[in-house]
């Protein structure tokens, strides 16, 4: 991979024995990927990126301006996020195990020793993220292994800095992004239609987007929620 810049805009090229060039604007701050086809120079990539310059400078605004959290301190009355819904954190220090619970669909009791510190406490709520969401993704799975006609062989879930979910096609396992937890169900199940359409299809291409049309019509809506949720605090690198 390297970067040339058009029109004061960095833009990152990886060579792939592709048919088409590929260009993404990605979060947090708009990133621009161009994946091109090994017999295309940086010349024809750059007049491909500058007829998109009015499109990319337009998502780099949007990535931009998108609410980002602060950084968790896993404290009393704090902000946190499960399937898309805000809650209000309630630390409860006691002698037994670290555990969570929801309540009343508006607070989460995070009970843990006393004397625990915040790392001590967002450990124990990546865990639970990380149970919740395993509990979420089979059915999700099994049900669009009949639909699309295909079987996954292997998933996981781990974070992930730039992306919501991954596919590796020769292994058949798709990965998706811990932070999924803290979104909608329905952007839960938006990714992993995404990474298992592309065991039909690799690239994004205009036959990818025609089978996602197909399969779920209303992905672009799920995708928009997705991007305009709040993102965590962490810095996103590439």
């Known amino acids: 991979m390297h970067r040339i810049s058009v029109s004061g805009v960095q833009v990152d090229v990886v060579r792939k024995d592709i048919k ?23 010349e024809a990539v750059r007049l491909a990126v500058i007829t998109k310059l009015p ?3 337009r998502q780099q605004t949007r990535f931009r301006a998108q609410e980002r959290q602060s ?27 670290s555990w969570i619970e929801v309540r009343n669909k508006a607070r989460i009791d995070l009970y843990v020793p006393a004397g625990s510190d915040a790392e001590r406490r967002e450990q124990v709520m990546l865990r639970w993220y990380r149970k919740e969401l395993k509990a979420l993704i089979p059915p999700l ?19 992930m800095k730039t992306r919501w979910g991954s596919c590796n096609i020769e292994a058949r396992r798709i990965w998706l992004n811990l932070e999924l937890a803290k979104k909608p169900v329905q ?12 065991l039909l299809e690799r690239n994004h291409t205009d036959l990818f987007r025609e089978l996602m049309d197909q399969f779920m019509p209303q992905w672009r809506h799920y995708r928009d929620v997705l991007n305009q949720a709040p993102l965590s605090h962490e810095t996103w690198r590439y």
Do not use: F, S
């Open 187 to 198: 952007c839960l199940e938006y990714v992993v239609v995404h990474e298992m359409v592309h």
């Open 20 to 42: 088409n060039l590929h260009l993404g604007v990605y979060p947090p701050e708009g990133r621009v990927r161009v994946a091109a086809p090994l017999r295309v120079d940086d």
């Open 141 to 159: 799975i099994t049900k669009w292994q009949e639909t699309l006609g295909i079987t996954v062989d292997e998933w996981g879930v781990k974070k």
């Open 71 to 97: 950084p968790r301190e896993y404290t009393y009355r704090e902000t946190h996020y499960y399937l898309g819904k805000r809650y209000l954190l309630n630390v409860i220090e006691h002698a037994g195990p």
């Open 55 to 57: 499109w990319i400078k």
